[in-house]
Each structure stands twice: as C-alpha cells, then as structure tokens.
C-alpha cells in the first residue's frame, strides 16, 4: 500500500497527524456510510482519546450544489480504535498495519523536524551575531532583512512569503514550522555558509553573487492555490 493514509492539517511542527473516514473506508474494503456509523455509534468512545474533529466539504464547483458534506478526522487512537470495530478482515488487517506504520513515521518525521529546527535556531542567532558584529556592514537591520531573504531563496529556491502562501499558513507564521526536514536541512546548511562569508569580511553583494553562483541547494516544488474567484 503506497498511497497517504496519515496527514497534518499544515505544515506545522506541532500539528497532531490524523487519518479521516474517507481514507478508512477507502482501504479497508468498506463504504463511507458505514464507517460514518460507526463513528456515530462509537463517539463516545472515540472521544475519550480527543477532540472528535468535523471539517466540511462544500461542493465542488460546477456541481448542482447540495449540503457540505461531513468529513471526520481520527487521531491515532482514535482510528486505532475504529479499525477494532470493524469485521477483521484480511484488507482491514493490512490497513491496519500501514496505518500503524504511516502513524509512527509521520510522529518521527515531526520529531526530526523540530530538532532540525532547534539546530536552525542556533545557527540563526550565529549569523545574526556575525552580521552585528561584521565591521563591512552598515544598516545592520535592513542588511539582516536582506540576509534573510537571500537565505531563503538560495536555500528553497522562495521567498518566506510565497511559501507561507503555498503551505496555506497564516502570515504571521514562523517559517521554520512548515518546512520539512529536508528544507530545515538545506536552510540550516545555507545559515551556516553565510555566517561563514559574512566572518570573512565580505559584503552583502558579494555573498550574494557567491552564493547565486552555487545555485539553490534545495528547490522546493510549491503550488500556490488559486485564489477563490480567478
């Protein structure tokens, strides 16, 4: 089983990963209306693991309309606890292990991330102090404003506004809790380069044109939602 069964609502860090009924009536082998009832049978239970969360789906456009449609989401107790009441069929068993499975490594992935971040951190208070302390550079913020996105962009290939737009966050959002660990990593790496550049004396055009030259460490493929009405 390749597809997605676990998911975070953004990109953020501290985001708690979930399944929804969709997908656990899609893998193991029942239709949506019964794995509905089942949630309305068992909610309390299912509550005592949590917040039972209820998103809803308006129609899709160019659709004769129709109420919005219920879509459960399912921690991973939760989920764990509708699988046992289901028929324990060989599909349901499979299922049940890929969850298992896409649980645990979506938990280690946001665990790496927030370690990679804490390290991001430090090497963020390092360039600021390099900045500071760099007799070449006046206008200490404005540089630090331009640093920052200069950073971005030759790391990830975007600016911190377009990747908040890509990753639906608002705009207030600190980037480093919706990137993943490959972006964190190539963020950190691309730090660590600048902070070393700007101890050599050089100015921000040059660092600039240096790290231009070496081209994005990490190109981020981003999709920027269409905006409703266009």
Request: with cysteine; aromatic share 8%; charged share 25%.
């Amino acid at each position: 089983m390749q597809s997605n069964v676990v998911f975070t609502e953004t990109f953020s860090l501290y985001d708690e990963p979930f399944t929804t009924a969709g997908t656990i009536a899609e893998h193991s082998g029942n239709d949506l209306r019964t794995i509905t009832n089942r949630i309305n049978q068992y909610k309390k239970d299912l509550e005592e693991f949590g917040v039972l969360h209820v998103n809803r789906a308006k129609p899709m456009k160019g659709s004769k309309g129709g109420r919005p449609k219920k879509i459960y989401q399912l921690n991973e107790e939760q989920a764990t606890l509708l699988i046992t009441y289901l028929d324990n069929t060989p599909q349901v068993r499979a299922f049940k292990k890929e969850l298992v499975r896409q649980f645990y490594a979506m938990k280690t992935e946001l665990l790496q991330c927030q370690m990679v971040r804490t390290a991001g951190k430090t090497g963020r208070r390092e360039m600021t102090d390099a900045i500071k302390e760099s007799p070449v550079l006046s206008d200490k913020w404005y540089v630090y404003s331009n640093f920052t996105k200069l950073l971005y962009k030759t790391a990830l290939g975007f600016d911190i506004s377009k990747l908040r737009e890509a990753r639906a966050v608002d705009k207030k959002a600190t980037p480093l809790n919706f990137l993943n660990k490959v972006e964190l990593d190539a963020l950190n790496k691309r730090q660590n380069q600048i902070t070393t550049l700007i101890d050599l004396g050089m100015d921000y055009q040059t660092i600039k044109d240096v790290l231009s030259n070496q081209g994005v460490i990490y190109q981020t493929t981003l999709k920027i939602p269409e905006k409703a009405g266009s």
